[in-house]
T-cell receptor
Framework: NAGVTQTPKFRVLKTGQSMTLLCAQD?????MYWYRQDPGMGLRLIHY???????AKGEVPDGYNVSRLKKQNFLLGLESAAPSQTSVYFC???????????FGPGTRLTVL | GENVEQHPSTLSVQEGDSAVIKCTYS??????FPWYKQELGKGPQLIID?????GEKKDQRIAVTLNKTAKHFSLHITETQPEDSAVYFC?????????FGKGTTLSVSS
């Protein structure tokens, strides 16, 4: 089992470009999350999903969109990238909000 | 909304010493408090968690205590080893989402 995978691992964008980050899981978990991690800021929740076809905003949703068309995939989109979105992005999954979250290996995004 | 404060931001100990990391939270309705360990270049991994109906939980060298009245919880690592060196995050459940502290970088020197 692969667990939680993220694609791509690294990406460099120019300001204004768009991209989509893919999170895939084979754990059959209902809950999926997208976080960003910045130095000295910890992990901040961007968007999350409690099941296929559902999404909700987290702490820092502005500039991002998400979709959960299939239970096993959670996509994070940047429509017009800005340098402030330079960060490491982590996807996580879980069976419920009160249980362990399983994190992917992360995607390092640089916006020039 | 929920706010989680974590201290200290860095902690250096000698191998074999104990390490304590403290967190406070603001939302009295929070009822689930996990601790995650993140090694360099990897995603965070759960090491222990505690729910609000319990005051203390232990797992080998790791323990967590919770004081609901004071709204703070702490991670205790005894007999530290070099492989304990990592960044540790506390978190509190606010509704359906975790709010994380800013992290503590623990360095264990041999």
């Amino acid at each position: 089992n692969a667990g939680v995978t993220q694609t791509p691992k690294f990406r460099v964008l120019k300001t204004g470009q768009s991209m989509t980050l893919l999170c895939a899981q084979d754990m059959n978990h209902e809950y999926m999350y997208w976080y960003r991690q910045d130095p000295g800021m910890g992990l901040r929740l961007i968007h999350y999903s409690v099941g296929e076809g559902t999404t909700a905003k987290g702490e820092v949703p502005d500039g991002y969109n998400v979709s959960r068309l299939k239970k096993q995939n959670f996509l994070l989109g940047l429509e017009s990238a800005a340098p402030s979105q330079t960060s490491v992005y982590f996807c996580a999954t879980g069976t419920s909000s009160h249980n362990e979250q399983f994190f992917g290996p992360g995607t390092r995004l640089t916006v020039l | 909304g929920e706010n989680v404060e974590q201290h200290p931001s860095t902690l250096s100990v000698q191998e074999g010493d104990s390490a304590v990391i403290k967190c406070t939270y603001s939302d009295s309705a929070s009822n689930y408090f996990p601790w995650y360990k993140q090694e360099l270049g990897k995603g965070p991994q759960l090491i222990i968690d505690i729910r609000s109906n319990v005051g203390e939980k232990k797992d080998q060298r790791i323990a967590v205590t919770l004081n609901k009245t004071a709204k703070h919880f702490s991670l205790h690592i005894t007999e530290t080893q070099p492989e304990d060196s990592a960044v540790y995050f506390c978190a509190a459940l606010a509704g359906t989402a975790l709010i994380f502290g800013k992290g503590t970088t623990l360095s264990v020197s041999s």
